[in-house]
Structure formats: structure tokens, C-alpha cells
């Protein structure tokens, strides 16, 4: 789907990495894995490679993949580390199924990843790390790269340990930390194969080892070593271009999806003029939002790692209940400790935003790996009848507008939200265009100060009730989670004022489904077969559905953003097609809340391995179905 | 509104809400709720500036009956919930009223966090040493063996002392009084009051219905003079009826002595000071156990940096270096390209 190739004559110079006398092959995508222990830097390789494709103003996504264990013992298969970007000159929605080309920084990497690789794919190993010790721990009997393992793969075996050395040698620093600089070398290589400069690589390496300057020169001739040597030696037949993609004019930067949370989040406080109180706790893979705006004090933000999830989530509402916006962030197990501080919430009716960035589960399960097993916990999971909004993001970009559109849903109607992320899109990145500020839509946050009638549990025409701020005079007042009287926000025990209560509760968050949108059918309008999906497999159903269509079928995709309530309009649109398809990286939850909804079967499609789904997995039960 | 900022002096009455009292006829809880009403009116502090957070349990309905604002929230979260509060709002006087189970049971993690991070929150834990609302358990400041509904063969848990877990974990201000005490009770939370970090203060408070007495050697006006001893910063430890007994160490080891027999002077006896740096005597106090009597008052007041004010300052250092954080500038931070 993404490999038609055709060789163009050499293209005029225009960059260092200009090759002499070899043929330039031109694609139109490339899905590129890079894989290594660890401790070999491949997400460091990945990422800086990323940066240099976005540069060239391609379309691209990114899929890092790395183990549990912060630096497992070297050379072994569970310490294998990888990062996948696929690139091109259309639009990209996923980081590929089959890698067209993986560096294999040595035994345990290779074979760990070599079934993914597509047939007759290139495969870049440092045949210095293939020795005795090594294939010995990834369980090789003799060297793939020597006994014809490999035979259907073009293969360059690169001493890449050791010419790093070699390039190295007069630079005076010591031996461990030649030796990591090889992923620099393995970089230069991929940069020069696929025709790009090395300046700007080359200033990002002096940026980043700044405090290091001998590291910095080290690496920049680590990286030169590799592209000259890609650049002069006569393995490689030919280099690679892929043309610009055709994308919106317009300032863009590469984005991961906690990145793009925390600048949402960011972006809702200036947006709505009201600070933000983020109380966390860290917990993979949703550290990175805390992270990022711990380092934004200059903003109104004010960020509190907490002794623990609970009094991460607690914190926020606290912070809610002083006037700021309220949020927490983690992944599953974090979700599970915070439940009972969500129902509290509830109850007080004030507004706060929890990110649930998840992971395989149950219990600590797979923490840094791709899980949508959450959906029904975030609508359902709680004691009482305990309604809460909950969104999802679709890709990494996407998690920015959905941190705006959780705070917004949650001041408009005092209500905590749920917003969900996943460790697919939270630590991928893709390129992002920036919008201006001022173009973002305001925040309508007002504070009740006035005393007169004030009763702290009377609604609006959303079923809101009013934010007061502590420290507003004469408007003094006691919330808690006992049940309250319908108007005053006294304890009442009273049954009708519970059923009451309960009631409303129910109607105001049932009421968010009014601010939906019309959803978007990608497709005919009617046909045989519609695709809904939601969250981070997105990008896998847009591709899968598109080679459908030119395959002649008649398949439709809508995707949601806003699952709990669900947009009114969507069982309309389901009644259009003859069948429903469900893909879920879970065992069908969100089939379960649309049949519930609903009353019609939908079909489950399911994929429980800690991985996205491969376009081709869509793509194929489609064909199977129309 | 009426604009007119002639200020009325607040009253205690100001500071009772509409609703009605439910805690048990007798019970210690009423002491403390007077004695709060009585000493907010006497701060300076408007009354919409005062947030009383609470947990779960017998004390934790405090907040309802305070005019002021207030959250009854969940058991044993008070502090967190507080701590958010207060990082938000440094301009409140923000107060958490708690028990022994949901400060040192369900809460424990939270309550020592609170201690060591040194926010400024007045935190008061109602020591009745039984859970009351689920009528009659033993907590974790029941004595070892005390028989109980759940420990009826009398409990081998070993309890916890408040004030030894409060300093053990770097609390910079450590008072304990007695519900019975009223004056003392109203100068203790005062002094609380007081101190820009955490203050915690334990009151030994009697629960009439599950654990009537537990303090009656300290209530008792005949007996409490032998019974406690009250510490007063920089004065030696003296106490009983006649003031005569007091504390002197013997190594390691506090014994009781009378002053005038057995040629034992004032000088001999331990001087409090509960501005230490060193946290070792305040802690020493706080173990004391029969037949030494219970130390009541400040054991530590310390001045250390408080965390709001460390967080204001951090904010106003990163706009200093920064400037004031812009979203554009933000957004178009690190590695952009531009397509045309």
C-alpha cells in the first residue's frame, strides 16, 4: 500500500546528503524500526530522525515501543527497545504495519522484530554486537547475519560498534562513552540514506549536550562517520526520497500526545483567564503531562506531585472547590484509586478534569504498552448512580483540542470530566499545526458573587449549579458527599429529595450530549457496512476503510469523540448500514454501551496484545464483511 | 450590595451556622466547636476567608456547623483536599477538623505528608481513641488490649501516639490539649492559629457513648493536676497539686522527682523548649507514658519555610526569568517548520 517505488535520475543537489554517481529512488512512504537495547538509545535515534522528516515537510507517525524496566540487562530480549516512524508524501495516520527497514542494534533486537518486517525489506544490523555473548542471550544457535537466516531480506551488516570506535579514537573520551555514542552513528547512516542534511541534526546534538561539549563533538562525529560512510561506500545501491507531502500551509511541530495535553491544558486556563491546579501523582505512560507542566510556573499553573493518587485527585478538587480549574492526571491503576474522590466530585458539583493515559490492565498489567480497556470504568465505574462526561483523543494532535473541550464541557456544566488518552498516541508523536491563540474559542468561566437568593445546589438552564469562590462574602457555604437538599446543599436524607438529586445529576450530564456536534461520516452515506470507532485507533481505521473504498467496497467510518453521553445523532447513522463494526483494543466495550443504547447488534472486533491494530487487520475483516 | 465597608466586629455568633448540632449530648466535640467559634472572631480575619475541611467520622461534621466555608469530604482526604485548597488559595485560613481513624488509619498517608510538607493548614485531630459513627471499633489510638466490638478478646494492635507520628514526620508545629480544658483548649488553637506552616493539634476528647472516660484522670478537676503536666516554653517541668513534682533525666530516662526532697532543686529539672531545632525533646515528651504524667500544650514551634509561599515564589521567580507565560510563544516553542 505505501511501497510503489520508481527510480528517478538524480535529482539536482540540494542537500549534504546529494549522493555521487548512485541513483536516487524516489517512495512515496517508508516505515522505518528502529530497534536496540535499552540502553542503545534508539528512542533518542527515533526521535531526532523524526525531527529531521518533519523538517522536510513530511506527513508522519511515530510509534515508540520500549519495555517496562527503566535499563534491563544487556543484550536480552526483554530488553529490547524500539521506535517506529513511518513517513510520507500523503497523509500518514499510523506508524505502519510492516517496517520496510529495521536497524537492528544487535542480536536480541533482531529477533524480537524481525517477523514484522516486510518481505524483502532492508535490514541495517550492527554486526559488531552479533558475537558469541549476544546471540547467546537472544537464543541464536549460530549468527543470522552469516547463515542465510536473513536470505529474504536485503541485508547490510555494518560494524557499527566498531567504526564508531574507530571514528572516535583520537578524541581522547573514554570507551563506555564511545560506546554510546553509536546510536549517533547509526543516525547519521539512516540521514544520509534517505537524503537528509545533517546541520540541523548536528545543532540539535551541540543543544542538547550543552553542559557536555567533549559528549556534544563526540557525537557529531559519530553522526558525520555514519552518513559518510553510507555516503561512500558502495553497499548501499541506491538512496532514498520521499517527497513533501501535500499538507495545509501553516506552522507545524512534531507532538506527542502528552505533550499535546499538557498544552491544552495550559491553553484552557489562559483560555478560560482562570488558573490550573494539576495534583498527580507519576504513573506511566501519563508522567510526561506532569512533567510538562511543572515547567510552565510562568503561566498560571500551578503543578503538585502528590503522595499518591488519591490525594492527586483530591488536591485538584480542593484547588476546584478554591476556583482554579482542578486536574489530575494518570493511567488505569491510578484510575482505580481515584474513584472514590470521582464520586465526591460528583457530588460537590464542582469542575475538574481526570486524564486517564491508558495502559494494558487489569492491575499493573502492561504499563507501556496500547489499552483501550478502560472505557467502561470511566463511564460506569463507581459507586452509586455516578454520571460522568467522558472523551477520547483520536492522535496525539488531537489530545490538545480534547484537554480544551474537557475543561470547557467541565465549567459550562460543574461537572468532572474524563477525559482518555492511551499509551498509543500519549508517547507518539506527529506533526501538529499550531494555531494562533487568538483564534481558540473562550472559556465562559463566571464566578456568582452576588449573596442575593443564593442558594449553593439551584441550577441554570444546563442543570449547573453556581461556582462560588471561598473568600466571596455572605455567600458562605458547606458542600460535602453526603446527599444534599435539592436547593440549600444541606445534608437531607429525605428519599424523594435523593431520587431527586439522583435524577438531576443524571439529566445535567445526559444534557452535555446538546454541545455534540453532527458527527462526521467519512463514506457513503448508506451502505453496507459502517466502521465506529473511537480513541487511538483512528488512524488504522481511516487506512484500512480507504483501501477498502478502492477496492469497490461500500464501508463508511465514523469516529467518536464524546462517549459519555453519546451524540444523538449516531443511532440515526448506524440504521443507515447494514452491518456495524466495532474495532476496540479491548474485549468490545464500547459495543456493549451502543447496543445497550441502541438496541441493535454491532460486530466486535478486538485485539488484546498490547498493539494497535494493523491497518491490514482492519482492512482484511472489511473484506470479510461486504 | 452594601458597599459600605463600616466593618461590625465579628461575634461568635457569627460563626454558627443555621444548622442543628447532631454530635451525642456530652460529647468532647461540642468543647471544640465553642472554642473555634469563639477564637475565629479574634484573628482579623473577614469570616468568608475561613475554609474548614473535614473528613469522615464523629468530628468530621464540623464543618456544618461552622458559618464559614466548608467541605465534608471523604474519609481519611481531608489534608489533600486541604493542601489543594490552600496551594490555590493562600489567602484563605484554611482549617481541617479530623479524628484518630481518619487522620491515622484510612488517612495516615496523607496526614504525615501534610506534617512534612509544612503548608500552611491548621489541622486538628479529635483523639477519642474508638470509632464512634460506626459505633464502638477500636482505632489506632486505642490502648493495646482494649476490648472493643472488633477486638473482643481485647486488641494487640500497638497505637499510635499523634504527636509522635506528627513530629516524626518534620511537623513544625505539635500542640496537644484536652477537651475539658477550655482555656487551654482556646490558647492551644490559638497559638495554632498563629503558626504560617502546619500546626497540628491533638485534643484528647472523650466519646461519651463508646469510650466515656478514656480521659477522665485528665478532666477531673481533684486528679488532673497529678495527671498532666503543661508545658510552657523555656519553663522548668514542674506539675502536680502543690507544683512540686517535676521531670529530671536520668541518662536517657525521665523520672518524676519532687523539688525539696532527697536534695532535688528546680535546677535538676528539664526545661522546656519547644523552639528546639533539634526535634529529639519534643519527641522524648511525647512518649511519655504511666506513671509520667501527659504532657499537654506546645511541644514544638519551629519556624521553617512554608510551602505556599516557597510555590508564589517559585511562580514569580519563572515570570522573572521568562516573563509572563504567552500562549503563542508556547505553542511555537522547540522544533516548528513551516509548510507553504
Known amino acids: 500500500m505505501n511501497t510503489e517505488t520508481m527510480t528517478v535520475d538524480a535529482p539536482k543537489a540540494s542537500s549534504p546528503g546529494m549522493q555521487k554517481n548512485r541513483p536516487i529512488e524516489e517512495i512515496k512512504s517508508v516505515v522505518i524500526r528502529f530497534v536496540g537495547d535499552s540502553g542503545d538509545g534508539m528512542q533518542l535515534t527515533g526521535n531526532e530522525f523524526s525531527k529531521a522528516v518533519a523538517r522536510a515537510g513530511h506527513d508522519f507517525a511515530t510509534h515508540p515501543d520500549y519495555p517496562s524496566e527503566i535499563r534491563a540487562p544487556t543484550g536480552t530480549l526483554f530488553g529490547v527497545s524500539g521506535y517506529q516512524i513511518q513517513f510520507s508524501s500523503g497523509q500518514v495516520f499510523t506508524s505502519g504495519d510492516t517496517p520496510d527497514v529495521l536497524v537492528a542494534m544487535n542480536p536480541a533486537a533482531l529477533k524480537t522484530n524481525l517477523s514484522d518486517v516486510k518481505h524483502g525489506g532492508m535490514i541495517i544490523a550492527n554486526s559488531g554486537a552479533f558475537n558469541k555473548v549476544n546471540l547467546e542471550k537472544a537464543g541464536y544457535q549460530s549468527n543470522p547475519l552469516e547463515d542465510g537466516t536473513l536470505t529474504d531480506f536485503r541485508l547490510y551488516s555494518i560494524d557499527i560498534s566498531e567504526f564508531t570506535t574507530q571514528a572516535l579514537k583520537d578524541t581522547g573520551i573514554a570507551k563506555k562513552e564511545i560506546g554510546r555514542c553509536k546510536n549517533y552513528y547509526a543516525l547519521g547512516l539512516m540521514l544520509c540514506l534517505y537524503s537528509r542534511p545533517l546541520e540541523s541534526e548536528e545543532e540539535n546534538i551541540r543543544a542538547k549536550f550543552a553542559k557536555k561539549p567533549e559528549i556534544a563533538e563526540a557525537n557529531v562525529i559519530a553522526l558525520r562517520a555514519g552518513y559518510a560512510y553510507a555516503e561512500s561506500t558502495e553497499m548501499f545501491v541506491s538512496t532514498y526520497q520521499v517527497r513533501a507531502a501535500d499538507i495545509p500551509p501553516g506552522r507545524y511541530r512534531s507532538i506527542t500526545g502528552n505533550h499535546a495535553a499538557a498544552l491544552g491544558f495550559a491553553a484552557a486556563s489562559e483560555l478560560a483567564n482562570v488558573p490550573l491546579f494539576l495534583g498527580s501523582y507519576p504513573i506511566t505512560p501519563a508522567t510526561d503531562i506532569l512533567q510538562e507542566l511543572s515547567a510552565l510556573k510562568h503561566f498560571n499553573i500551578t503543578t503538585f506531585q502528590a503522595e499518591d493518587e488519591i490525594a492527586g485527585i483530591c488536591s485538584a478538587i480542593g484547588a476546584a472547590y478554591g476556583g482554579v480549574l482542578g486536574l489530575t492526571t494518570t493511567s488505569g491503576p491510578g484510575m482505580a484509586l481515584k474513584t472514590e474522590a470521582l464520586g465526591l466530585a460528583v457530588m460537590l458539583e464542582l469542575p475538574l478534569v481526570i486524564t486517564n493515559v491508558q495502559r494494558g490492565g487489569p492491575s499493573t498489567g502492561l504499563p507501556t504498552k496500547v489499552e483501550q480497556s478502560d472505557l467502561l470504568q470511566a463511564v460506569y465505574g463507581r459507586n452509586g448512580e455516578c454520571p460522568i462526561p467522558v472523551i477520547a483523543a483520536r492522535s496525539p494532535a488531537d489530545c490538545f483540542e480534547c484537554a480544551i473541550e474537557a475543561f470547557r464541557i467541565a465549567v459550562k456544566y460543574m461537572t468532572p470530566v474524563i477525559f482518555l488518552s492511551d499509551g498509543g498516541i500519549g508517547n507518539a508523536a506527529e506533526p501538529w499545526r499550531i494555531p494562533d491563540p487568538a483564534t481558540l474559542p473562550r472559556l465562559d468561566v463566571k464566578f456568582r458573587t452576588d449573596p442575593e437568593g443564593f442558594q449553593p445546589y439551584a441550577r441554570d438552564a444546563n442543570l449547573a449549579r453556581a461556582w462560588v469562590r471561598p473568600g466571596t462574602p455572605g455567600m458562605e457555604h458547606r458542600v460535602g458527599g453526603l446527599e444534599k437538599n435539592y436547593l440549600t446543599g444541606n445534608i437531607s436524607h429525605d428519599p424523594i429529595n435523593h431520587e431527586r438529586m439522583v435524577a438531576v445529576r443524571a439529566a445535567k450530564v445526559a444534557g452535555v450530549a446538546e454541545d455534540i456536534p453532527p458527527l462526521t461520516v467519512e463514506g457513503p452515506d448508506s451502505g453496507d457496512l459502517l466502521i465506529v470507532g473511537w480513541g487511538s485507533t483512528y488512524g488504522s481505521i481511516v487506512q484500512a476503510r480507504e483501501a477498502a473504498v478502492l477496492a469497490g467496497k461500500s464501508v463508511a467510518h465514523v469516529h467518536l469523540r464524546h462517549l459519555n453521553p453519546l451524540p444523538d445523532d449516531l443511532g440515526e447513522i448506524m440504521s443507515r448500514y447494514k452491518a456495524v463494526l466495532v474495532p476496540e483494543l479491548n474485549l468490545g466495550q464500547l459495543s456493549k454501551l451502543l447496543r445497550e443504547r441502541y438496541l441493535r447488534d454491532v460486530i466486535v472486533m478486538s485485539k488484546m496484545q498490547g498493539k494497535m491494530f494493523k491497518v491490514s487487520e482492519i482492512h482484511d475483516r472489511i473484506l470479510e464483511l461486504c | ?340
Not at chain 2, 102 to 116: E, K, P, Q
Not at chain 2, 151 to 163: A, C, K, M, N
Not at chain 2, 313 to 321: G, I, K, T, V
Request: charged share 20%; proline share 6%.
Open chain 2, 1 to 340: 450590595m452594601n458597599q459600605m465597608t463600616e466593618i461590625k466586629p465579628l461575634t461568635r455568633k457569627d460563626f454558627e451556622s443555621d444548622q442543628d448540632v447532631r454530635w451525642c449530648p456530652g460529647c468532647g466535640d461540642y468543647a471544640l466547636l465553642a472554642q473555634v467559634q469563639k477564637l475565629l472572631p479574634t484573628l482579623g480575619i473577614p469570616r468568608e476567608n475561613f475554609a474548614f475541611i473535614s473528613g469522615i467520622g464523629c468530628s468530621s461534621r464540623f464543618p456544618y456547623y461552622m458559618e464559614t466555608y466548608g467541605m465534608h469530604s471523604i474519609h481519611g482526604r481531608a489534608p489533600a483536599i486541604a493542601s489543594g485548597l490552600k496551594l490555590a488559595r493562600p489567602d484563605l485560613s484554611v482549617w481541617v477538623v479530623s479524628g484518630d481513624g481518619d487522620s491515622l488509619a484510612i488517612g495516615g498517608n496523607h496526614f504525615i505528608h501534610a506534617m512534612r510538607r509544612n503548608i500552611g493548614l491548621k489541622m486538628i485531630l479529635l483523639n477519642n481513641r474508638i470509632y464512634g459513627l460506626t459505633k464502638g471499633q477500636y482505632s489506632p489510638t486505642s490502648e493495646f488490649g482494649k476490648k472493643t466490638k472488633t477486638t473482643p478478646l481485647g486488641s494487640i494492635d500497638r497505637p499510635f501516639s499523634p504527636v509522635s507520628v506528627a513530629l516524626g514526620a518534620g511537623a513544625t508545629f505539635v500542640a496537644r490539649t484536652v477537651d475539658s480544658d477550655h482555656p487551654h483548649l482556646l490558647e492551644t488553637l490559638k497559638r495554632a492559629a498563629e503558626h504560617p506552616g502546619t500546626a497540628f493539634v491533638e485534643v484528647l476528647q472523650n466519646c461519651v457513648v463508646f469510650n466515656d472516660g478514656a480521659y477522665n484522670a485528665l478532666s477531673d478537676r481533684e486528679s488532673r493536676a497529678d495527671a498532666r503536666i503543661l508545658l510552657e516554653h523555656g519553663k522548668p517541668m514542674r506539675f502536680g497539686k502543690d507544683g512540686n513534682k517535676g521531670i529530671r533525666m536520668r541518662g536517657f530516662e525521665p523520672e518524676v522527682v519532687t523539688v525539696g526532697e532527697n536534695g532535688v532543686t528546680e535546677a535538676d529539672l528539664m526545661v522546656h523548649d519547644e523552639t528546639a531545632a533539634n526535634g529529639g525533646l519534643a519527641f522524648f515528651l511525647s512518649q511519655f507514658a504511666a506513671p509520667l504524667p501527659v504532657p499537654l500544650g506546645v511541644f514544638r514551634a519551629v519556624d521553617s519555610p512554608v510551602y505556599e509561599t516557597l510555590n508564589q515564589q517559585l511562580a514569580a521567580d519563572a515570570r522573572a526569568h521568562k516573563g509572563q507565560g504567552a500562549l503563542d510563544k508556547l505553542f511555537n516553542s522547540g522544533d516548528t517548520w513551516t509548510i507553504d
